[in-house]
């Protein structure tokens, strides 16, 4: 079984084991993005190098029994969530540029968690509709 296979409860236990890194777990979630992303279209951005680093911090915050329920887990977020410094559309063409100066509460209690966020997902406009086209 790879890593990006487990369940979160299946990953927390292993980290708090000491068999699997949040970086390990991280690196296999990417990866299997990269593999199938041009055929799912799930993600509008990610950042690899970001996630990675966060993975990083949340391995240091594991082993100094630091950090929330979540901390290592790599987690996406929607489109609709406001996530500091990284453009935010909506799925709309009329926010294509809007690059939010804060993080939207949910976001900022997943990095204080130690969440480590892996990019942001497609949606319909203003999440207003269900047909989950890209």
Sequence with gaps: ?????????????????GELSSRELTASCLKRT???????????????????????????????????????????????????????????RILEHFIPPYDATVVAKIKAQGGVIVGKTSMDEFAMGSTSET
């Design 34 to 92: 990269a593999d199938v992303e041009d055929k799912v279209h799930a993600f509008i951005s990610y950042d690899s190098e970001s996630a990675l680093e966060m993975a990083d911090r949340a391995d240091k915050q594991r082993a100094q029994g630091e950090g929330g329920e979540l901390c290592g887990i790599p987690i996406a977020i929607k489109d609709l969530l406001c996530t500091n410094g990284v453009k935010t559309t909506c799925g709309s």
């Design 1 to 17: 079984m790879e890593p990006f296979e487990l369940t979160i409860s299946e990953a927390l236990d292993r980290m708090s084991a």
